[in-house]
Nanobody, 117 residues
Framework: QVQLVESGGGLVQDGGSLRLSCAAS????????MAWYRQAPGKQRELVAS???????DYEDSVEGRFTLSRDNAKNTISLQMNSLKPEDTAVYYC???????????WGRGTQVTVSS
């Protein structure tokens, strides 16, 4: 059974920091490209950051320089360090795993991030 379990969300003030983590089980983690998406109320889910099996990262323009995504293949986890948070970062953040060969995709249940102004 595949599970992606997010943690680390919460309420923070404008300019603050949070660290999100996603723990994966039931998959061969090293075969998966990983990513964080977010969905704000009334908006579509959007890609925030992605990391390949080799550790190459890509970021959405609005978070570039503020967010840092990393992965630990030994612990089957990814982490998203979010600094200089803004109210517009408020959303539910979802962990996503995509198998590099089959493109099979799995999602976590999400964790709420709220940034107050």
């Amino acid at each position: 059974q595949v599970q992606l379990v997010e943690s680390g969300g919460g309420l923070v003030q404008d300019g603050g920091s949070l660290r999100l983590s996603c723990a994966a089980s039931g998959i061969i983690f090293s075969l998966y490209n990983m990513a964080w998406y977010r969905q704000a109320p009334g908006k579509q889910r959007e890609l925030v950051a992605s990391i390949s099996r080799s550790g190459s990262t890509d970021y959405e323009d609005s978070v570039e320089g503020r967010f840092t995504l990393s992965r630990d293949n030994a612990k089957n986890t990814i982490s998203l360090q979010m600094n200089s948070l803004k109210p517009e970062d408020t959303a539910v953040y979802y962990c996503n795993a995509v198998q590099m060969y089959t493109r099979q995709s799995f999602w976590g249940r999400g964790t709420q991030v709220t940034v107050s102004s």
